[in-house]
């Protein structure tokens, strides 16, 4: 019997790996396809918003993209 890993996401790398094909989109990827279990709570995700506000200032936010993965993880991320 194989045991999925469940991962919960750092702020800073799932913020900073939007842009890139990095860690983050290989963590979505491997859980898109049932490799691992992502882990998260309410108060996870609104840190993962207010970091990228923070690092947004003075240049063009990712916010679609990061809405999208948000989105994404609120609903199908084990609470």
């Known amino acids: 019997m194989t045991r999925q890993v469940k991962v919960m996401p750092e702020t800073n790398v799932l913020?900073?790996?939007i842009p890139a094909d990095g860690v983050t989109n290989h963590t979505l990827t491997a859980w898109s396809t049932g490799l691992i279990r992502v882990?998260?709570?309410p108060p996870i995700l609104e840190?993962?918003?207010?970091?990228e506000r923070e690092r947004s200032k003075g240049r063009a936010p990712l916010v679609g993209t990061l809405n999208a993965r948000l989105a994404i993880l609120t609903v199908h991320a084990l609470r």
Request: aromatic letters at 10%.
């Open 47 to 51: 840190e993962y918003r207010r970091v």
């Open 39 to 41: 882990v998260t709570s």
């Open 15 to 17: 913020v900073s790996g």
